[in-house]
């Protein structure tokens, strides 16, 4: 858009110019001319004057230019020239001017006694031309300035427009690319201030939704995952070891179902939020707590003693972690303790989640499988919440025996860089 109101300035500019200084250049000619004819003229007439007097020879020499007097006796004073057509013409009495070889002459006819005297004065095109080429010169340099001075202003009018623009696009993309945050400022003429205004508006409301159904899911999360354990506790309990089985079969597709179903919803829905790691993993045992008093298990907790921001949201961390400890009390016996770090890893933050139980099944490392030996259920979960941030998961088997689950949580900066 600059280049192309640029080069409409530049082009509608020089046709004003074109249609102002050609008729000035041309004035400009005429009236170096006209002055060095008015000024031959004017010396002509000087040396009329003196015509039929002993002054006349005097009269030419302080002409100043080429004078040549045509006496009626066929005489000449003065310069030599030609007595050409013009010359007898004016010698009937009139005074013309004709061009001549390498410039222009003006004769002036004046009376003697013995007849009618021919006053010729040579005008040489220099003198027709003086200055004139120099005034061109300074013409062209005055319309250059202003052609250039046009694309000048018109770049910045322009810039004033695009800046603005180029703005919403950055702000278009940045939102396209889920960051939710981003804002236009609001500059530039009236109309980019009502889309800026519009496209805040807009990404306001889409982050109002996304709000509104990260809440959702967390909440879907947390109701459903505890009644799963709970029928997955009854489930085992069943003495008929075929019915137990199928059940629990049942239990596994549902559940499986559950966490696909949660998992899709929060990647619809997942924003590129920040929280604190420590205060969400605290929150979150704390919940579970009161299920593994119940089962007799011994919790172990280790928190850092300082906030670690991490590059999740706090809704998804808390899934991840409900995940991973719904496992533990889904597969493993009860009264089995468990085990819950969180600590600095780089610019991130490592959570190890282990047990002690009976072993860890190496199916359950490919997404979407279940067992019952171990944490299976929920790898998915973890592993995309871990994903989301630059991190990763890793899955192996605890000094206990048991599993150990390990989720690296990249820091924001360190996301945002990534």
Request: aromatic share 2%; net charge neutral; with cysteine.
């Amino acid at each position: 858009m600059r280049r192309w109101l640029a080069l409409l300035v530049a082009a509608t500019t020089s046709l004003v110019l074109i249609a102002l200084l050609v008729p000035m250049a041309l004035l400009i000619r005429a009236v170096a001319e006209n002055g060095a004819m008015s000024r031959a003229t004017a010396a002509a007439e000087y040396v009329a004057v003196n015509v039929g007097t002993p002054d006349l020879t005097l009269a030419v020499q302080q002409a100043g230019r080429p004078v040549t007097v045509f006496l009626p006796g066929g005489g000449t004073v003065g310069g030599p020239a030609p007595r050409s057509d013009a010359v007898r013409l004016a010698s009937t009495g009139r005074s013309v001017t004709a061009a001549a070889r390498g410039g222009r002459e003006v004769l002036v006819s004046a009376q003697t006694p013995e007849g009618n005297a021919v006053i010729r004065v040579f005008v040489p095109d220099a003198e027709l031309t003086k200055g004139v080429r120099e005034a061109w010169l300074a013409l062209f340099v005055l319309g250059l300035a202003l052609v250039v001075l046009g694309i000048v202003l018109a770049d910045r009018l322009a810039l004033a427009v695009t800046r603005p623009v180029d703005g919403l696009a950055r702000v278009s993309h940045r939102l396209a690319g889920g960051d939710l945050s981003a804002r236009a400022e609001l500059g530039g003429p009236p109309e980019v201030r009502s889309v800026a205004l519009a496209l805040n508006h807009l990404a306001g409301r889409i982050d109002d939704l996304l709000a509104a159904e990260r809440e959702s899911v967390a909440d879907l999360s947390h109701r459903l995952r505890t009644p799963l354990t709970g029928l997955r506790l009854d489930a085992e309990s069943l003495r008929d070891p075929e019915e137990r089985a199928r059940v629990q079969s049942r239990v596994d597709a549902l559940q499986r179902a559950v966490s696909a179903v949660i998992t899709d919803a929060r990647r619809r829905s997942a924003g590129r939020d920040a929280c604190d790691a420590a205060a969400v993993v605290s929150e979150r045992v704390r919940f579970w707590s009161v299920l593994a008093e119940d089962q007799g298990r011994d919790v172990s907790l280790a928190l850092p003693d300082a906030p670690l921001p991490v590059a999740v949201g706090a809704e998804e961390l808390a899934a991840c972690v409900d995940a991973l400890l719904g496992n533990v009390f889904a597969h493993t016996p009860e009264g089995v303790p468990m085990a819950v770090r969180l600590g600095p890893h780089g610019a991130g933050a490592l959570l190890v989640v282990e047990d002690s139980g009976t072993g860890l099944d190496p199916a359950l490392l490919e997404r979407g499988t279940s067992g019952g030996g171990s944490t299976g259920l929920g790898l998915d979960i973890a592993r995309h919440t871990a994903e989301s941030s630059g991190g990763g998961l890793t899955v192996s088997t605890s000094a206990g025996g048991g599993a150990r689950v390990e989720v690296v949580l990249m820091g924001p900066q360190s996301s945002a860089r990534s």
